[in-house]
C-alpha cells in the first residue's frame, strides 16, 4: 500500500509537527532543558510513525519540493547576515575565535574520517558525526543527508539526526561544566572584574526597518541567483547542496548593501524568516528519514562521537581559556565554544547564561560566540563539508 502525499499535505503537516512538538515538551521539561528543538520533537513522532508503517508494508511517498524550498530558505537567511562590519566590530577577538572555530571543524573531519577508514567504512560516513551534526546541528545534517545518500551513505539523514540530538544533549551537559569547572579552578569568579567594556551591536542606524516585502524580495533574488553559481560548480564535477549557491549570493548582496547604505537587509527580520523556515522544513526533512537503515552503523557512529567530546573539551581547556585571556570572560567563551561546537548556538547561549546568573555578566563573551556561532562558522562549515565530500566521493 502506499500513502502520497501532496505540496498542501506537507505544508499542513509541518504546521502540525511545530505544535505537536510544542505541547510534548511542554508536557516533558526535561527536553526543554538540554535545547531541543519543538520541530525535532513533533517531526520524530512523525518519523517514527512512518517506520511503523513501513514495518506493515505501507509505503508514505511524496514530492521533496517543499522541503528543499524551506531549508534554501533557511540557509540563504544565514548568508544575509554574514556582514563583514560585525566581523569588524568585534575586532581581533572575534578573527582569533572564528579562527579556533574553523581548527576544531578541521580537527572535527580528521577524525571522522580517519576513524571511519579504520573501521573499514565509507569515509563519508565519518563526516556526518563531526563538522555536519554537531557544529552544523540537525538541520545542516538533513540538508547533507541527501547528498551523502546520493553518495552511497545509505541511511545518512537518519545518523545526522542521531548524531545531533546526541550532541545537543551532551553540550548542554557538559558545556556549563567545562566552564564552571575553568572558573573553580583559576578562582576566576570575580564578576564585576570579568569585563571592563561591553560591545554593543547597532543593527540600525535610527532609520526605519526595511519592508517585509524589501526583505522578502531580496531573499528571493539570491535564492534565484544562487542557482546559477551552483551550476556553474556543477559543471565544473564539483557537488554542492543545493543551497550553498544561494547562501554565497546572499553574503555578496548583504556586504554590497551595507557598502551602499542601501537598508535593505534587516538581520531581526531575517532571523524571523529563518526561524519560521527552519521549524518547517525540520519537521519535513524528518518525516522523510528511513530510520530502518541506520542499524549497523549505530555503533560506529557513536565511537566517533565519543571521540569528538574528547576532542573539543581539550581544545577548550588547552587553547580556548589560554589563548581568549585566561579570565573571567575566557572561562565564559570557552563554555560557549563547546556549546556551539557540540550541539547549537542556543545550547551554548543556555550553558553561558547559567554561568552569569551565577558568576556574574560577561558581554563581551556572549557578542563574540553569537557573532562567531551563529553567523560564520556556519559558512565556512557548509563550505568546508561540501569540500570534504568532493574529496573523498
Partial sequence: MIIELTAFHLLGLAGLGVVLGRVIT??????????????????LVFALVVTGLHGRGVSVEFQ??????????????????????????????????????????????????????????????????????????????????????????????????GAGM??????????????????????????????????????TDGTPPTSWMNTVVVLCIAMALGTFINTGFAAQGITLPVYIGPMICAAVIRNLDDALGGGNVTPARMDEIATIALELFIVLAMLSLRLWEIANLALPVLLILCGQIVILGALCWLLVFPVMGRNYQAAVTSTGYFGFMMGTTANAMACMGELVRKYGPSPRAFFVVTIVGAL??????????????????
Fill in 376 to 393: 560564520f562558522i556556519d559558512f565556512i562549515n557548509a563550505l568546508l563539508i561540501t569540500t570534504a565530500i568532493n574529496l573523498l566521493h
Fill in 166 to 203: 546526541f550532541g545537543i544533549v551532551i553540550g548542554g551537559l557538559l558545556g556549563g561544566h567545562i566552564g564552571g569547572h575553568l572558573i573553580r579552578r583559576h578562582d576566576l569568579a570575580r564578576p564585576m572584574n570579568a569585563d571592563a567594556a561591553v560591545v554593543v551591536v547597532e543593527e
Fill in 64 to 161: 521533496t519540493t517543499v522541503r528543499d524550498i524551506l531549508m534554501v530558505t533557511f540557509f540563504t537567511t544565514i548568508g544575509m547576515n554574514a556582514s563583514l562590519q560585525l566581523l569588524r566590530l568585534g575586532g581581533v577577538e572575534v578573527a582569533v575565535f572564528l579562527g579556533i572555530a574553523v581548527l576544531g571543524l578541521l580537527l572535527q573531519i580528521l577524525w571522522g574520517v580517519w576513524t571511519a577508514t579504520l573501521l573499514g567504512l565509507n569515509p563519508l560516513v565519518g563526516l556526518i558525526p563531526g563538522a555536519i551534526s554537531l557544529t552544523g546541528g540537525p538541520a545542516t545534517a538533513l540538508a547533507f543527508g541527501p547528498v551523502l545518500e546520493a553518495n552511497g551513505v545509505a541511511g545518512a539523514s537518519a545518523l545526522g539526526l
Fill in 26 to 43: 511542554r508536557r516533558f521539561p526535561a527536553l526543554s532543558r538540554v535545547n531541543i528543538p519543538p520541530s525535532i520533537v513533533g517531526g
